[in-house]
């Protein structure tokens, strides 16, 4: 379905549609969370959350403005990634049938994943060991009580480095899209709405030794600069 859109449509619609789909998403799920944890909280709730206070209205006015350009440019490489597939500049393919000399669908999840997140880990110190991205990065750490709308409220060029491995993956190799676009929908934009929560979860304490968690993230938005 997916490569169907972007053989159909072309770059710019497709980018257009996805873009104001990925609005729409991300009103539903930030702003759900937010409505029951931020602008209706009950006193239960409220004793998870990691820093007492609450954003001001203005930091999350801030926050839905940068996540709609973080957006904006967020969305261009998944719409060209799909353009490209479509027309054979990459090895991109849709559906279950699995295109020659592809991996089975279970090792390109696992190559998806780990390279993604290892490719996000070094962006992301990059970010914060060098005066160019730090200029860039610093504009995400404004936000240092960040609430659900914080996950992509970042500048232009933090989110379009972030989506590369959209088109670096399937350009090195076989990779089914529908695969592709629904780990990078859940696990990391899923994953990064629970990063930017703000509270405690009961399911996944702050004190395992392996996951990162809602807790670190902030402390790590509250206390990061540059070099640290």
């Known amino acids: 379905m997916l490569c169907e859109i972007g053989a159909e449509l072309g770059f710019f619609a497709t980018w257009m549609i996805m873009t104001a789909l990925g609005l729409l998403s991300m009103?539903?799920?930030?702003?759900?969370?937010?409505?029951?944890?931020?602008?209706?909280?009950?006193?239960?709730?409220?004793?998870?959350?990691?820093?007492?206070?609450?954003?001001?209205?203005?930091?999350?006015?801030?926050?839905?403005?940068?996540?709609?350009?973080?957006l904006i440019v967020a969305t261009l490489c998944p719409a060209f990634t799909l353009a490209a597939s479509s027309a054979g500049w990459s090895h991109g393919y849709c559906g279950l049938e699995a295109k020659e000399a592809a991996m089975p669908l279970y090792m390109q999840a696992i190559l998806v994943f780990f390279f993604t997140d290892f490719y996000e880990y070094v962006y992301h110190a990059i970010g914060h060991s060098f005066s160019f991205f730090w200029e860039v990065h610093?504009?995400?750490?404004?936000?240092?009580?960040?609430?659900?709308?914080?996950?992509?409220?970042d500048e232009y060029l933090d989110q379009f480095v972030r989506t590369w491995p959209m088109v670096i993956l399937p350009a090195i190799t076989p990779i089914n899209m529908d695969l592709l676009f629904v780990i990078f929908a859940t696990l990391f934009y899923g994953y990064g709405v629970y990063l930017h929560w703000g509270y405690e979860s009961t399911l996944l304490s702050a004190h395992n030794p392996i996951f990162n968690t809602a807790y670190h993230h902030y402390v790590h938005h509250a206390v990061s600069a540059k070099n640290r």
């Open 27 to 70: 009103l539903i799920l930030s702003g759900t969370l937010f409505y029951f944890y931020y602008w209706k909280p009950t006193f239960e709730l409220w004793q998870f959350k990691s820093n007492p206070k609450f954003p001001s209205p203005l930091l999350v006015k801030k926050e839905i403005i940068h996540m709609c350009k973080g």
């Open 138 to 153: 610093r504009h995400h750490h404004r936000f240092y009580n960040p609430s659900p709308f914080a996950v992509i409220a």
